[in-house]
């Protein structure tokens, strides 16, 4: 019985911590990359769902699976480009501030 307990407890407690949830949060996690924990995906998707819009989102997704993808869309032509690229580096930007 006291097994049981444990576990009922330990799956209780771990259903508390941060959960990257979201596109930004998701992608972040799958990047598998060594600095990527739960906790620093949860923060990144929190400050995306403060600065960036659904469809900017599900835009940068594409640069955790594809990092040469962001290079090629600062560099792209077009005025819709740029801002989406400005909103990109503003998020960034605090993501780095608030979630280093």
Request: hydrophobic share 45%; net charge positive; aromatic share 8%.
């Amino acid at each position: 019985m006291n097994k049981v307990a444990a576990f009922l407890i330990l799956s209780t407690l771990v259903g508390c911590g941060p959960r990257a949830t979201g596109a930004i949060g998701q992608a972040c996690i799958a990047a598998d990359r060594q600095a990527a924990t739960p906790a620093l995906c949860s923060c990144v998707q929190q400050v995306a769902n403060q600065t960036l819009s659904n469809a900017d989102q599900r835009r940068a997704v594409a640069f955790f699976a594809e990092p040469d993808l962001a290079q090629s869309t600062r560099q792209a032509d077009g005025s819709a480009n740029e801002a989406f690229w400005d909103r990109y580096t503003a998020f960034a930007e605090t993501a780095r501030r608030s979630c280093g």
